[in-house]
């Protein structure tokens, strides 16, 4: 039996690696409430107001009065970015014309970066990633998922690679928060890995898309000792590139000034 909580005060509260599943919320008030890294899988809401309500991540089937918005939302992100529809690729060649649309969208932001005072670079909004901060974790993902997963390297990490901040502390994953390289410090780890994807992709075949990794990673770290499909680790690297352009755009905008 789970504790319950009456007509209780938690104003400002914060809940952190909290598991609140099967829970039950009545007459509760979330007003300015903030859900980060949550698992929201078979959430139900009834008879509740949700008004300028903000969500950013996956959003897979989400009824709102009777209606699954999912397809709904992916399609006008389909109409407003029209390179989506080229970033879900079924085969090798798909993957390989996937990502010079990754790259050429990466180096019109990063044009866009080298007009600001480069302290900016390092700001944050809104508690998100500064810009170089997102440039070091996008360098952390594809360690993991090409270095490791892929090639198989037990420690592919780069002292200035950075893993998202829930990430529990992990013997051999660097982990610093602190450091403040340049710009052009970051491109230049940046430019290494994103040329080990164009690699990998050059060289990938329809079969070995459709395989599995061999578990042969040893070591703590992440991901984990598994077997994954080749085919999951390329659209992770996919989405992560295009999700975080899209947060570096809109963030870099703020630090501009724009509208």
Not at 15 to 35: G, H, I, K, N, Y
Not at 146 to 158: F, K, S
Not at 234 to 241: N, S
């Amino acid at each position: 039996m789970g504790e319950t909580f009456h007509a209780r005060e938690l104003i400002g509260a914060r809940f952190d690696w909290v598991d609140l599943s099967d829970a039950t919320f009545e007459q509760v008030r979330l007003a300015r409430a903030t859900f980060e890294q949550v698992d929201l899988r078979g959430v139900q809401i009834r008879s509740s107001l949700v008004q300028d309500v903000t969500i950013h991540g996956e959003v897979e089937r989400l009824i709102v009065n009777g209606i699954d918005v999912g397809p709904l939302v992916e399609a006008e992100l389909d109409r407003l970015h029209p390179e989506r529809v080229k970033l879900r690729p079924t085969d090798a060649d798909g993957f390989r014309a996937a990502w010079p649309m990754i790259e050429s969208l990466w180096a019109a932001t990063v044009a866009s970066a080298r007009e600001l005072d480069p302290a900016l670079l390092h700001e944050q909004v809104d508690g998100e990633w500064s810009f170089i901060e997102t440039l070091r974790h996008l360098a952390f993902a594809t360690d993991s998922w090409i270095g490791r997963v892929i090639l198989g390297d037990p420690t592919p990490w780069h002292p200035l690679d950075l893993p998202w901040d829930e990430m529990p502390d992990t013997d051999g994953i660097p982990r610093d928060r602190d450091v403040r390289p340049s710009l052009d410090e970051v491109l230049a780890l940046r430019t290494e890995r994103m040329a080990m994807v164009a690699g990998v992709l050059a060289d990938l075949t329809d079969e070995q898309l459709a395989s599995t990794t061999e578990p042969v990673v040893l070591g703590p770290g992440w991901p984990r000792r598994e077997a994954y499909p080749v085919k999951h680790v390329l659209e992770i690297v996919l989405k992560e590139e295009w999700w975080h352009n899209q947060f570096a755009e809109r963030d870099l905008a703020t630090l501009r000034g724009d509208g």
